[in-house]
């Protein structure tokens, strides 16, 4: 089994990331079940605004698609600026929207019989509807989101620390993104055995 983990930080490598940090915890889950996990920071790549697979020259979406297309797993992982996700998860959604029109040999949305979930860091409030702004949008592509596919850490009202400086919280955020892996393996596992057919034209 495969998985892609898509953290859009808006801060380039090697900056330290703290939506990394919490994503790290389901990574290493999935890895602990035999899954083959692949990251990309995509505010290190060149994303053209657009909603097809290939923007042309010096695009470097058509590579994640790629991934994205051999990969059973999704987490799309962000940090959270003015109760909202990060830019850069909005243009990774926005480049995704490409694939509502791509179907497999079968004639099933591409996207079908996948599993996604999402990871949400800040030091600000907003982070469920953070992941209810990022699982609708997988939902509508097409994958599958599992219940409590999600874990998220903030800091709650006001200015505060950052995920990677405090402590307050960390072990349900921890708890709940081990949970968040298991309950992604287990359905991804499900759907493999089990493939949801083509949708009635």
Known sequence: ??????NCTLKPSPE???????????IDELRARDVKVETIRAVDLNLPPGVQTDMGPGDDW?????????SEIL???SP??????????QRV???????????????RPVAFNRVAGVVVTGNEDGAHHVISEISGALNEFGYTVPGQAWTYWNQGPGPGPSFLDADQGK??????????AHNLV????????????????
Do not use: F, K, Q, Y
């Open 16 to 26: 330290p990331s703290n939506t990394e940090a919490l994503a790290a915890v389901v």
């Open 171 to 180: 072990d349900w955020a921890v708890s709940t993104g081990r949970a968040m």
């Open 1 to 6: 089994m495969r998985a892609v983990v898509i």
């Open 75 to 77: 987490v799309i992982a």
């Open 93 to 107: 959604l926005e480049r995704m929207d490409a694939m509502l029109s791509e179907t497999d040999e079968e004639g």
């Open 80 to 89: 959270t600026w003015a109760g909202h996700p990060s830019s850069i998860a």
């Open 62 to 70: 058509p590579g994640v698609h790629d991934l994205l297309v051999r």
């Open 186 to 201: 287990a359905v991804a596992a499900a759907l493999a055995e089990r493939p949801i057919p083509a949708p009635p034209s």
